[in-house]
């Protein structure tokens, strides 16, 4: 891939930080230089320009505003068919929609196809990062690490392991759980910009034989992730305490059986103890705060300042679909209500750096995505500003950074996504069709 050339404002976080607002780079006319994926340059754009007079011919102008592509840290994509299913909390909704939907993908063309949709969704979205769930199915994970890798996208994804209170059709065992996803591990685990996540469903749907397997696979393979979900509704809850009695809390099931480390990424984390938050930020695992998924479902309202005064790492996630939009922008936008029932403010700066950088370095993955440092890997979106008269009003009368990020974060869904790259290629523009191909 020969040089590009990419000019327009430009925003991002350069380094991992507590204060976001004080702590960006934004350059007015900035240019963005991409070889082989990796970002080469970044910096005003007529100085390069003047030092380098003979690629005049080669910039891509911008209109918008060039960000890093985002990242969402929780999402479920065999769920996306059942996204806006109706009036369910948490334990039914996975009984009524979730399970019902997830058997479809024992078969592997229909698993292929649905992460071929996902990903072409999450690109128009402006997401070219997630840490993705399938199901128990290793099919699931193979299709969808396939599709990805056709993109050359940066995606974490993982089979679920399910032994118990679940769908027989579901169900694999402490055993074969740990078989099939060791094999896939060994298969795609940094295999091109492809990570494995080690995948619970939860602590419900696994026994202690299930998760110390879990465990011992990850003692295995330090590097690789682990994902699961931690209170996030006070029934489920509940039925941790029931079925794991001689137990503290929930976090100490997950603890027990060695699931607990830098790279464990825990979907919700609402129903905490005082322990809990100590425990999760003295082990360097991440909060996944989904705000729509928390609304809808009725779950509760995450804590964003009490992780945060307590060291938590957190970063920002869709789980669609629980979640009700893919776009991260909506995600920003429920993020900001959860805070506000809670007499707390979320800065713009602060929302999206929790679905960029903040996300990168929660997940370990910041020297690869999430910012547009000199060396990281070229994903970045290109964000329309004029997208609906509506923004576009607001945006006009806009009179400084900050009040034009939260507009967009506010306003923001789909629409103002004119265009994702990965890897330095584009894989999505406004009113355009794209389809993979192979490397």
């Known amino acids: 891939m020969t040089r590009q050339f990419h000019r327009g404002s430009i925003l991002h976080f350069p380094k991992a930080t507590i204060a976001p607002s004080d702590n960006y780079q934004y350059l007015q006319d900035g240019l963005l230089v991409v070889e082989h994926g990796l970002i080469q340059h970044l910096g005003d754009a007529q100085d390069y320009l003047d030092n380098n007079p003979e690629v005049q ?23 996306v068919e059942i996204i806006a299913s109706y009036g369910k909390q948490l334990l039914d909704w996975l009984n ?9 993908f024992v078969e592997a063309a229909y698993a292929r196809a649905q992460a071929e949709f996902f990903l072409q969704q999450l690109f128009a979205h402006g997401t070219t990062t997630a840490s993705v769930y399938a199901t128990v199915h290793p099919q699931s994970v193979s299709s969808f690490f396939e599709v990805s890798e056709s993109y050359n996208a940066r995606m974490i994804c993982g089979k679920v392991l399910m032994d118990r209170n679940c769908p027989t059709a579901l169900q694999d065992s402490a055993e074969s759980g740990y078989h099939e996803s060791k094999k896939l591990l060994e298969q795609w685990h940094k295999n091109g910009r492809q990570l494995y996540a080690i995948t619970p469903r939860f602590a419900p749907t696994s026994s202690e034989a299930q998760l110390a397997k879990a465990g011992q696979l990850a003692k295995e393979h ?33 603890e027990a059986h060695d699931l607990v480390r830098e790279r464990s990424l825990f979907g919700h ?39 945060q005064a307590n060291g938590v790492a957190v970063a920002l996630a869709s789980d669609v679909g629980g979640g009700t939009s893919l776009s991260m922008f909506a995600n920003q936008a429920d993020a900001y209500k959860v805070c506000q029932l809670q007499q707390a403010s979320l800065s713009p700066f602060d929302s999206l750096y929790l679905c960029t950088q903040g996300a990168a370095v929660a997940m370990g993955i910041e020297t690869q995505v999430g910012n547009l440092n000199v060396g990281s890997e070229a994903d970045f979106i ?14 006009n009368k806009a009179s400084s950074l900050s009040e034009k990020l939260f507009a967009i974060n506010t306003l923001g869904d789909d629409r103002v996504i004119n265009a994702t790259y990965v890897a330095g290629k584009q894989v999505y523009k406004k009113g355009q069709h794209y389809v993979a191909t192979a490397l």
């Open 57 to 79: 011919q080669a910039v891509v102008q911008h209109q918008g505003l060039i960000i890093p592509g985002l990242i969402d840290s929780h999402v479920h994509y065999p769920q």
């Open 96 to 104: 009524t929609y979730t399970f019902p939907a997830e058997q479809q």
């Open 222 to 254: 330090p590097d690789s992730f682990i994902q699961t979900h931690l209170s996030e509704n006070p029934t489920e809850v509940q039925w941790i305490n029931e079925l794991f009695p001689d137990y503290s809390d929930y976090l100490a099931v997950y």
């Open 269 to 307: 984390g609402i129903h905490l103890t005082d322990r809990e938050y100590l425990a999760l930020a003295s082990s360097g695992a991440t909060i996944n705060f989904c705000p729509s998924s928390n609304l809808f479902l009725g779950s509760g309202l995450f804590n964003y300042q009490r992780a």
């Open 382 to 395: 290109e964000l329309d500003l004029q997208p609906t008269p509506m923004l576009s009003q607001r945006l």
